[in-house]
């Protein structure tokens, strides 16, 4: 991951988000009685992001800065988004990890994006 193109081209706010992402995987050793260890990741589609967690230490972002870099990771295919948030108050989005940043070059579309939001209640025109 880290000699990619992808990686090579992430700003700060992008490096800071994706190391929270990593921080939240779980990795299981499944070689039983096996004298060779076997790794696994239990849990690469259940990752959330939460905002009140990047904004305070050790990450200390601004709200502006952690959207930048989920949307950067979004567009250079590290994460994608499994289950779209929002549709009530404690309903945050959860992502999972994606292999298409192998694929990504300098100039390449964005591999995915965050779906607006649909306007709900007294605020829909």
């Given at each position: 991951?880290?000699?990619?193109?992808?990686?090579?081209?992430?700003?700060?706010?992008?490096?800071?988000?994706i190391t929270a992402v990593?921080?939240?995987?779980?990795?299981?050793?499944?070689?039983?009685?096996?004298k060779k260890p076997k790794?696994?990741?239990?849990?690469?589609?259940?990752?959330?992001l939460l905002y009140k967690g990047l904004t305070e230490s050790p990450y200390n972002m601004q709200r502006k800065s952690i959207t930048r870099g989920i949307d950067?990771?979004?567009?250079?295919?590290?994460?994608?988004v499994v289950e779209?948030?929002?549709?009530?108050?404690g309903h945050a989005s959860?992502?999972?990890?994606?292999?298409?940043?192998?694929k990504w070059k300098k100039g390449d579309p964005p591999v995915s994006v965050r779906r607006p939001y649909s306007k709900r209640g007294f605020c829909a025109k």
């Amino acid at each position: 991951m880290g000699m990619s193109q992808a990686w090579m081209s992430l700003s700060n706010p992008g490096h800071k988000v994706i190391t929270a992402v990593l921080f939240q995987l779980t990795i299981e050793d499944i070689s039983g009685r096996s004298k060779k260890p076997k790794w696994i990741c239990t849990n690469p589609d259940t990752i959330q992001l939460l905002y009140k967690g990047l904004t305070e230490s050790p990450y200390n972002m601004q709200r502006k800065s952690i959207t930048r870099g989920i949307d950067e990771l979004l567009g250079k295919g590290f994460i994608k988004v499994v289950e779209q948030g929002g549709s009530k108050k404690g309903h945050a989005s959860i992502y999972g990890l994606s292999e298409a940043y192998l694929k990504w070059k300098k100039g390449d579309p964005p591999v995915s994006v965050r779906r607006p939001y649909s306007k709900r209640g007294f605020c829909a025109k």
